[in-house]
């Protein structure tokens, strides 16, 4: 008993004398790291936190030539102002609409791409399938829209020449607002859900081998295992990635949605970000653009605390 005690005030100096480190001689010790860190933190401090002092704009009505320190404080005109505004609302429901049709239709399907793909027993085979899948995502997005756009086009479009041979009248798909959102989505599963099925194939390959073994053992059939194994075990990778898909429910892609719409299709194609956009770059109002991002990403932060939360009750798996 005595030894122990005299063992234990040395070991809580120990503690106490590393803890009192200096952040200083931290760096010395650990300046290699910090020099391979510092690009990083450089990249954030300058182009994501420094930029964060301008938004301030929003609540000012900002004159170019009186700066953001002489522009005058309106508080919330501007949050008012874009309420008001029909088009605001209409992008809002625009966005709101174009992310719940992703959730419903897009989402399932890398899910579905990585449990075929994981059932494929051939590794030739399935290793083409798999670089077939994912080449789409590698492709630029202005290069999809230009393949989008030949293929619907009214006069030499594939679609066109297809529906003109089966005796059906030629459509310009493109400035039908009823036929915006399909091709947006439609397009975006083919060109992400291969290369967004790989994190679900990732979680696959973790699943215990024991577990298929057993079954199989027991007498079960391949698609047994795949409905009472595989997609149970990947669930909490799915509510993660579900969580961040919330977060990003407001952030339409919408440089292909700016390649893609036109004036015919605003009704339809207009989302909070190309509305931002127009707004703030071809009108020159950067006040109002600014409280239209803030607000954006106000919602955003909202929608990943609650289904984070929603997530760890169900699912005891979250993102934080």
């Known amino acids: 008993m005595t030894s ?23 760096l010395r010790r650990d300046w290699m790291l910090y020099a391979m860190l510092a690009p990083a933190l450089i990249w954030f401090l300058v182009f994501l936190y420094q930029p964060m002092y301008g938004l301030q704009i929003a609540f000012k009505q900002f004159s170019a030539f009186k700066g953001i320190e002489g522009s005058p404080w309106i508080g919330f005109g501007h949050f008012v102002t874009l309420f008001e505004s029909d088009q605001f609302r209409q992008a809002i429901w625009n966005t709101l609409v174009i992310s719940f ?8 399907v890398p899910i579905l791409l990585a449990l075929m793909v994981n059932e494929v027993q051939q590794k030739g085979v399935r290793k083409s399938i798999q670089t077939a899948i994912y080449l789409p ?29 089966l005796g059906f009248d030629r459509t310009y798909f493109l400035t039908r607002p009823e036929w915006f959102r399909t091709i947006f989505i439609g397009s975006g599963i083919w060109k992400e859900a291969g290369f967004d099925s790989i994190i679900y194939l990732a979680a696959i390959m973790g699943i215990n081998p024991a577990l298929y073994e057993s079954a199989q053992v027991d007498g079960a059939t391949r698609w047994q295992m795949m409905w009472r194994i ?25 440089e292909y949605i700016i390649l893609l719409y036109q004036p015919t299709t605003y009704e339809t194609a207009d989302v909070i970000s190309t509305y931002i956009y127009r707004l703030g770059l071809q009108g020159a109002r950067y006040d109002l653009a600014a409280a239209a991002g803030i607000f954006n990403a106000v919602v955003a932060l909202v929608l990943v605390l609650v289904a984070n939360k929603i997530s760890r009750r169900i699912t005891r798996t979250g993102v934080f």
């Open 101 to 108: 049709y992703s959730l419903i239709f897009a989402a399932p």
């Open 137 to 165: 995502h590698f492709i630029s997005i202005v290069v999809v829209a230009g393949i989008v756009v030949a293929l619907l086009s009214p006069t030499s479009g594939l679609v066109n020449n297809a529906l003109a041979a």
């Open 4 to 26: 122990i005690s005299g063992i234990a005030p040395r070991a809580g100096e120990l503690t106490k004398a590393q803890s009192g480190e200096t952040v200083m001689q931290a």
């Open 230 to 254: 595989t997609l149970p075990s990947i669930v909490p990778t799915i509510a993660v990635l579900m969580v961040i898909k919330l977060g990003n429910i407001l952030e339409v892609g919408y």
